[in-house]
């Protein structure tokens, strides 16, 4: 009788290990990273370039690619945005050059979650990596299987506590899919684990720093732009005009309150 089993214990040891593409082209650094993400338990290939990034990162098996923005043949951008354009919703960390400020808006507008100023530290490094694998499967566990099956096509059917509905849009959090200005599109990673937190708490001030701690569980992110990026594209997602938004208002030094 189940009543009788023992306390089902589920630890981290016991899921799959978390698949890892490294795409670095300059070699100690490469090595380096491969090294200590395989201490870290995680199943880790490398590419050097580009296409070879592109080519391994087809099949769609990883959980996180770690991608360096300066490389041969395909830069980071364009291999970021080709994998977003073909349906690859890997976790994405980019590691940009400090002497290029506009790469991080770049890299974040092409399709990175996350990005990191090399020379980077590592201790960082391998935290965000986590954060980013735990964002990744926090947001997995809410939509299993039956989003695979369905793809977002089942509407009316959803559960209530799947679907987000407000004025004539919706936010379905298991197929990430929402019903915007532009149509019914995927959301990004970010923009659902946003949504995610103002769902929880409609009418209320959401403080800025509590986003950059629950979506990218870093409470002491050194750029509160990543989360202003995101605001910017939910507005354009889901407001006619972004500057008296109906739904995503900002609250003056503090955060944002979404209405519904
Ligand atoms: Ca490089």
């Given at each position: 009788?189940s009543?009788?089993e023992p306390t089902a214990k589920v630890t981290a040891a016991e899921e799959p290990a978390s698949r890892v ?16 993400l395989r201490r870290k338990g995680y199943r880790v ?16 098996s990883?959980d996180l ?64 990596v986590e954060?980013?694998l735990r964002r990744a499967r926090w947001l997995a566990n809410g939509?299993s299987a ?115």
């Open positions: 009788m009543a009788a593409l490294v795409v670095e082209d300059e070699e100690a650094i490469a090595q380096g990273l491969v090294y200590n290939d490398l590419a050097r370039d580009g296409e070879a990034a592109l080519e391994l990162a087809g099949g769609g990883y690619i770690l991608l360096d923005v300066r490389l041969p043949k395909a830069d980071g951008f364009e291999v970021c945005q080709r994998l977003r354009r073909d349906g690859n919703f890997a976790a994405v960390l980019m590691l940009t050059a400090r002497d290029q400020p506009d790469d991080i808006v770049y890299g974040l507008k092409s399709g990175a979650d996350d990005y990191m100023v090399k020379p980077f530290d590592l201790a960082e490094l391998l935290a965000r954060g980013l939509s039956e989003a695979e099956n369905g793809a977002g096509a089942d509407d009316g059917g959803d559960p209530e506590s799947s679907r987000l509905t407000f004025g004539e849009f919706w936010v379905d959090f298991r197929t990430w899919r929402a019903a915007t200005l532009d149509g019914v599109r995927e959301l990004s990673r970010k923009e659902i684990a946003v949504m995610q937190v103002f769902a929880e708490k409609p009418n209320e001030v959401v403080p800025r720093r509590e986003l950059l701690d629950r979506v990218w569980e870093l409470p002491n992110h050194p750029n509160t732009r990543v989360v202003d990026n995101v605001i910017v594209a939910l507005r354009k997602a889901f407001e006619e005009n972004s500057w008296r938004p109906r739904h995503i208002h900002s609250v003056r030094g503090v955060g944002y309150r979404f209405v519904p």
